[in-house]
Nanobody, 124 residues
Framework: QLQLVESGGGLVQPGGSLRLSCAAS????????IGWFRQAPGKEREGVSC????????NYADSVKGRFTISRDNAKNTVYLQMNSLKPEDTAIYYC?????????????????WGQGTQVTVSS
């Protein structure tokens, strides 16, 4: 069974940091580009960042550039999202998703497999 599981979410104060993990089971991530998306209450799901299959390139939403960093460790079958300088507007459920192929784009409908999400809350 192909499965993606996110972890690492939680409650953090503004300016703080979190590292999200996306672990795959039932398949190897070697053949997939991976994206991170988020959805805040009452809003549509939006792209945050994605990384190419081999990790050579990454894309970021303008709202997180310079604060978030995506990385992957194919040996561990895991992708990470390091989030620094967090703001209240970063509060959302964060999802990872996989699409078979070399490159990635931040378009929700592109992705084939999704995790269940992890809650990130930025509040004082």
């Amino acid at each position: 069974q192909l499965q993606l599981v996110e972890s690492g979410g939680g409650l953090v104060q503004p300016g703080g940091s979190l590292r999200l993990s996306c672990a795959a089971s039932g398949f190897t991530l070697d053949y997939y580009a991976i994206g991170w998306f988020r959805q805040a209450p009452g809003k549509e799901r939006e792209g945050v960042s994605c990384i190419s299959r081999r990790g050579g390139s990454a894309n970021y939403a303008d709202s997180v550039k310079g604060r978030f960093t995506i990385s992957r460790d194919n040996a561990k079958n895991t992708v990470y999202l390091q989030m620094n300088s967090l703001k209240p507007e970063d509060t959302a459920i964060y999802y990872c998703a996989a699409v078979r192929g070399l490159k990635c784009i931040l378009v929700v409908t592109t992705y084939d497999y999704w995790g269940q999400g992890t809650q990130v809350t930025v509040s004082s």
